[in-house]
């Protein structure tokens, strides 16, 4: 029974849950972490990379359709389906595979199966790596799935989920995408790069609903004059599943329904928590509608049981589970000055075309807590190097708290964004203010000289727009 023991066992091995093991194990705790499916979870295997290879597939065949714009010939440009699948795939296993040598490399145990709570002291594992094992502590990073509307369900052959939407068995010619969130925008962008006739169906005034109002709007409009089809205030009141097509009923705002006939229909209606079948009615821990009721140092209500990443609630981000697993592998480990997550800090990404990226508050929200603002901008077109790349729309927006100049939120859309947000990231860590951003000296000629611009445009010295 000694094997079976150890100071720290995490059930779940996404990004979440092997992040904070590795942590565990380098803090000198033996620790081990339940998988039952696939190292890197959902995340790497199912999510955030398998997404973003096959969106660079669309960018590049974007690119490829528009070489005439760059002086370059590139004649009937054209695709391999199954090849562009198949590439997405195989950047997951790699990554999947290194995982696993993380993990080895850093002597943390590995039990295939599912765990499930008997008692607050012990866990009874099925499949692989079948017993009962025991610990000090308990992290429970078992991640989130796709949520289903009574209806709207994916059945995997003409309505699709995420995991069906990345591997399909061929091309839609049409598709209707429910949701606009960042899992359905992002496929939206990929099928419509790609060739497809798409319909966005969002239920909220706003596409990516989360975004700050005026970005999603250049969003929205940069997309429907790539010919992408978006209606917002509407909901999808009816799917008729046929052999090889979906009749799908959209209701708009004032009561209007329309029908429209497509190849195939996504489903992108959210995520919820996976807090079934773990035994926690055994313990003391706290779920109201799959989420974890959990304390700043994911503490749950039962001594010696923490909750991490997409089952601990929103924001339900790969990066925000992995900072909060190792903080509260720190704390356990009585590591000094270790200072709980702060949930305004945390970027967002969407690596759709455009792409958006964000930080902190919006300029409404910042407005609702009661600060009075200074909001900069800067657009693409005053940018020399986004002029140069042939990417010149898009749009750079910063919010100031007027009184201290304290940077409060940062909203960006256009090419490169996803890499350009972290500059603002950092300067909120560290708490700069408007007058150390304007004393940054930005290199040039890059994108980021929009950050510096954004900055001085708040306090009225834009230079080059």
Known sequence: MADNNFDVIVIGAGPGGY?????SAQLGLKTAVVEREHLGGICLNWGCIPTKALLRSAEVFRNMKH?????????KPSFDFDAVIQRSRGVSKQLAGGVGHLLKKNKVTVINGEAKFDGPKKINVEGKDKGTYTAKHYIIATGARARAFPGLEADGKVVWDYKKAMTPDKMPKSLVVIGSGAIGIEFASFYHTMGADVTVVEIMPQIMPV??????ALAQKMMTKDGMKILTEAKVANLKRNAD???????TKDGKKQELTVDRVISAVGVIGNTENLGLETTKVKVDRNVIGTDEYSRTAEPGIYAIGDVAGPPMLAHKAEHEGVICVEKIAGVKNVHPIDPGKIPGCTYCHPQVASVGLTEAKAKEAGYDVKVGKFPFIGNGKAVALGEAEGLVKTVFDAKTGELLGAHMVG????????????????????EDLMHTVFPHPTLSEMMHESVLDAYGRAIHF
């Open 19 to 23: 992040v904070t093991a590795i942590r």
């Open 67 to 75: 070489a005439k714009n760059y002086g370059l010939s590139c004649e």
């Open 211 to 216: 975004e700050d109002k005026e970005v999603a």
């Open 415 to 434: 090419t490169e964004v996803t890499e350009l947000i972290q500059g603002f990231v950092v300067a909120m860590g560290l708490e700069t203010t408007e």
């Open 245 to 251: 097509n979906v009749v799908v009923t959209i209701e």
